[in-house]
């Protein structure tokens, strides 16, 4: 492809099928990578490719700004003892952070003209995937990928105008257009989610009906425990957005556990539909907020 295409047609992707990725063509994304800029050519990333199963597993309970189940992960994180024998201060601060970034953008764009589907995370609990990835402490990570080949055509995200990012030479206040105006701030309208005792109705209920709780599967249980933790310790330092959607996030992968343990169409329904929406979050927040409502009138049928 033309690197004007590339540029287009990259996407968050997060939604993969199970068809892994060669090392062969993994390599040719670390050679992208490392054909990045660097702060005095400081060359300090390190690249940590996760294409063992078991690995991404466990990388991906630590991070909940993961989905979709790729079949690999690549951790960008920089070597602070070369940084601070070859370089400066300010690349301890946040030189190293830029050569990362500059590096992913490269490897997510040569992944895009391969075929492959990318995301880029930073929400992930640091000292976990350390321990994982078996990191010195003189490794700072700064970013994780996702990779792997789409499951599906992402939707294109809506994009800002031009006159509301582009400035030639000095400052000026951009005009706000009539369609912005008009158009009421994402997020101000409050869900009242006031039936937890329902919930816990109804949780009473499916314990009455079938009291073999051992039913549920340990390493679920365990995986979903993990995620609802880190998903609130990264919770003050990200943006307001993410907040509903590890939320709902959370609820998807227990009606699925509550499905596999009891059966019933309504815990599939309901996953399918969080599963289907809740990208929306980013892109389409009245559509993420229609779909919670679809969401909350579909449990209605548990009560």
């Known amino acids: 492809?033309?690197?004007?295409?590339?540029?287009?047609?990259?996407?968050?992707?997060?939604?993969?099928?199970?068809?892994?990725?060669?090392?062969?063509?993994?390599?040719?994304?670390?050679?992208?990578?490392?054909?990045?800029?660097?702060?005095?050519?400081?060359?300090?990333?390190?690249?940590?490719?996760?294409?063992?199963?078991?690995?991404?597993?466990?990388?991906?309970?630590?991070?909940?700004?993961?989905?979709?189940?790729?079949?690999?992960?690549?951790?960008?994180?920089?070597?602070?003892?070369?940084?601070?024998?070859?370089?400066?201060?300010?690349?301890?601060?946040?030189?190293?952070?830029?050569?990362?970034?500059m590096a992913a953008e490269n490897l997510m764009l040569k992944a895009t003209d391969l075929g492959l589907g990318t995301c880029a995370i930073k929400s992930y609990n640091d000292k976990a995937v350390h321990k994982l990835l078996k990191l010195p402490d003189t490794m700072r990570l700064e970013i994780l990928i996702s990779v792997g080949w789409p499951a599906a055509e992402p939707r294109e995200p809506k994009r800002k105008a031009m006159e509301d990012v582009l400035f030639w030479n000095t400052w000026e206040e951009p005009e706000v257009s009539e369609e912005a105006a008009e158009k009421p701030e994402a997020g101000k309208e409050a869900v009242r989610t006031d039936n937890g005792k329902s919930a816990a109705r109804a949780a009473a209920a499916f314990a009455s009906e079938n009291t073999q709780a051992q039913q549920f599967n340990k390493k679920e249980l365990q995986d979903l425990l993990i995620y609802m933790i880190t998903s609130a310790a990264g919770l003050p330092g990200e943006p307001h957005?993410?907040?509903?959607?590890?939320?709902?996030?959370?609820?998807?992968?227990?009606?699925?556990?509550?499905?596999?343990?009891?059966?019933?169409?309504?815990?599939?329904?309901?996953?399918a539909l969080i599963d289907a929406g809740k990208g929306k979050n980013m892109t389409d927040p009245d559509g993420f907020c229609e779909m919670l409502q679809d969401a909350a009138a579909k449990a209605t049928e548990l009560l």
């Not at 090392?23 to 670390?30: C, F, G, P, V, Y």
């Not at 630590?62 to 400066?88: H, N, Q, T």
Request: proline content about 5%; cysteine-free.
């Open 1 to 101: 492809m033309e690197l004007t295409e590339v540029i287009e047609k990259r996407r968050s992707i997060r939604k993969f099928s199970d068809k892994p990725v060669s090392r062969e063509i993994l390599e040719e994304l670390i050679k992208a990578a490392a054909l990045a800029p660097t702060a005095s050519n400081l060359q300090a990333w390190r690249f940590f490719v996760a294409d063992d199963p078991e690995l991404v597993r466990d990388i991906d309970s630590f991070s909940p700004g993961l989905s979709g189940k790729p079949p690999v992960i690549i951790a960008i994180a920089s070597d602070l003892a070369e940084a601070e024998r070859r370089g400066s201060k300010n690349s301890l601060v946040y030189g190293l952070m830029m050569d990362a970034a």
């Open 241 to 271: 957005m993410y907040g509903p959607l590890r939320l709902i996030e959370s609820s998807r992968r227990l009606a699925g556990m509550l499905g596999d343990a009891y059966g019933g169409a309504v815990f599939e329904e309901l996953a």
